[in-house]
């Protein structure tokens, strides 16, 4: 195909995950109607959806944190409603705590029980515990809170408390270590990190802590502890600031029907503002094309049919013949490999390699349980990290009763199959460990030790194993600098920009503000251009 046989779009969007999404209607927002590519044959990347019982669930990530208003705007807008999980909140499943201090833990708790307060054995039963009213990321606001007091034990908690006492430079100097294993162990202590934070965080970023920068994963909260004096005091700062903005609502949150409404919802709106989205086409090559005074578009990208790698989380492959696309504004919100490609043809090298996460598997699972009526574990559960040289008692890190937690899907369940019908999604897969090998029998089993609940292979209605390989990175400081200054390199070319969760950071919430930003900045004066609306040629 000749140049002037190439396609002209208003813009180019590479990439159809969350981010590319995002970035392609903040650009329709903007006037334009931008061609959307994606190699893999659907869009929304770690946010997919499937039916499992004839009921369409999120498959990868559910929610999302309420932290800026990037996400909740967009949802808004997009006429969808933004709400926050039911059932009562979610639990840790702790080990017992040291023999020195039991904290005054009594009673019954699953999968053991410790009925007096004798010396605690670290291979003794596990206790499920609350997850905190009052804290961020694990991180108490009140140590001395009698919820935080049972998961930390009377010694924990008043290391914990002693952050009021520390200057507010300790930890949040320039000289201090940025990853956040290092920040909450300097102002609260190891009980803080190992029996609240590193079994939170690792849920949520199947990453540990010290793997994290602090900045990224907690935007602002070392700021404001060195404003404020103490990690304490920042904590209850921004909650306070976050419950004002959002009327007191928990701070996960999704749009009601499940978060691919919200992708679904992206990609019809669009199109129905004249974009296009193709799937199952990638972007093989990036050159320069022109420039603006010349009246030529400044990139050209040669685009192609993809089929299948040789696995599913390998990159599509090339499989027909290539055309090629021209435009002013292009945006590589794809992931790290594919946009490192296409960034050499732009004269941008880059040897940010970005980090492989831990490979992550999720069992789902729909069952006739009536023992699962009284919501055994609330909404779910986090399983902390074995000690090294322990080993915890299920090989499950988490437990979602996804019925319960998004009373839609126990609705659409009861309408389909009748009372009694749960929905639950185990994750298995922690760093360091192989790719995790699970079968029916062994998710049988986890349920059962987490929930008290035996359930018969025969009451099982459906299941579906579904795996996210190296989907997750863990992004430290010296990553995120680097990253940051990747994107700052690519925005000084005219008319390019870099977006997507290997440089945004972890998170839904961080990703699509980073991909809005990116995609308005590039829009720029769009207005003017109101002649060039729709043209492709």
Known sequence: MSAAEAETWDAIVVGGGIAGLAAAWELTRAGLRPLLVEARGYTGGLVAGARIAGVRMDLGAEGFVLRGRAVSEAAEALGLEVVGPSGGGARLL???????????ATGPG??????????????????????????????????????????????????????????????????????????????MGPAVLD????????????????????????PGLREATAHLGSLRAAVGELLRRRRARWGGRSMDATTRGGLVRLTDALRDAIEADGGSVRTRTGAQSLRPAGSAGDGAARWELTLAPTGRGPTPSDEPVAV????????????????????????????????????????????????????????????????????????????????????????????ELRARHGEDVHALRLSYGRPGEPRPEVTLGDALADVEALTGVRIAPDDVIDHMLVRWDGTLPPVDAAYRERA?????????????????????????????????????????????????????S
Do not use: N
């Not at 919820?147 to 914990?160: C, F, T, Y």
């Not at 029996?195 to 907690?218: F, S, Y």
């Not at 969760?501 to 980073?514: K, N, R, S, Y």
């Open 320 to 411: 027909g013949p290539a055309q090629r696309v021209r435009t002013d504004r292009l945006i590589l919100a794809c992931s790290a490999g594919p946009a490192r490609r296409l960034l050499a043809g732009a004269g941008v090298e880059t040897d940010l390699s970005a980090p492989v996460g831990s490979p992550i598997a999720r069992f789902m699972l729909i069952v006739r349980a009536p023992g699962l009526a009284g919501a055994p574990v609330g909404s779910g559960l986090l399983v902390a990290p074995p000690a090294p040289g322990r080993r915890a008692p299920v090989r499950a890190k988490a437990l979602s009763h996804l019925s319960v937690k998004w009373p839609w899907i126990g609705r």
């Open 94 to 104: 702790l080990p017992p705590l040291p023999d020195d201090d039991d904290g005054g």
């Open 195 to 218: 029996r609240l934070v590193r079994p939170i965080v690792a849920g949520i970023h199947a990453a540990d802590p010290g793997a994290l920068a602090a900045d990224t994963v907690a």
């Open 110 to 187: 699953r999968p053991g029980h410790r009925g007096d307060r004798g010396t605690a054995d670290p291979d003794g039963p596990w206790r499920l515990h609350r997850i905190p009213r009052d804290c961020l990321l694990g991180i108490p606001a009140d140590p001395t809170a009698p919820d935080v007091v049972e998961i930390l034990g009377e010694a924990g908690a008043r290391r914990a408390a002693a952050d009021t006492d520390l200057p507010g430079r300790a930890g949040t100097g320039p000289d201090a270590a940025a990853d956040l294993a290092s920040f909450i162990t300097a102002r």
């Open 484 to 536: 940051a200054a990747l994107v700052e390199r690519v925005e000084s070319l005219p008319g390019l920009a870099l977006t997507g969760a290997w440089v945004a950071g972890t998170g839904i919430a961080a990703v699509v503000e980073h991909a809005r930003s990116r995609a308005g900045r590039l829009a720029g004066g769009a207005g003017d251009d109101a002649d060039r609306k729709g043209r492709c």
